[in-house]
């Protein structure tokens, strides 16, 4: 990138009072947009978190209860007729 390709510097002490205000405003309003976004992917990683722990959970419950399942443990096989 050479320098030709970059705006050219502002020198504050030429703006006018109004344009110094307009720069203030959109900072303001720049700054105002980050909070809420800021906000915004906070409770999004409170909700993921919430669901995953939900999911796994469910999981470790499903889990734990077909290890504790023992109908099957006491199967005997049928016997066979003979004829």
Do not use: C, H, W
């Not at 906070?42 to 419950?61: C, D, E, M």
């Amino acid at each position: 990138m050479s320098n030709t390709d970059r705006m050219p510097k502002v020198d504050p002490v030429k703006l006018k009072q109004s344009e110094v205000d307009f720069i203030k405003f959109v900072e303001k309003q720049n700054l105002d947009r980050v909070r809420k976004l800021q906000t915004l992917r906070r409770k999004n990683l409170i909700t993921v978190s919430l669901l995953g722990l939900g999911v796994l959970s469910i999981y470790g419950y499903s889990i734990y209860s077909v290890k504790q399942e023992n109908f099957l443990d006491d199967f005997e096989v049928p016997a066979t007729t003979t004829e």
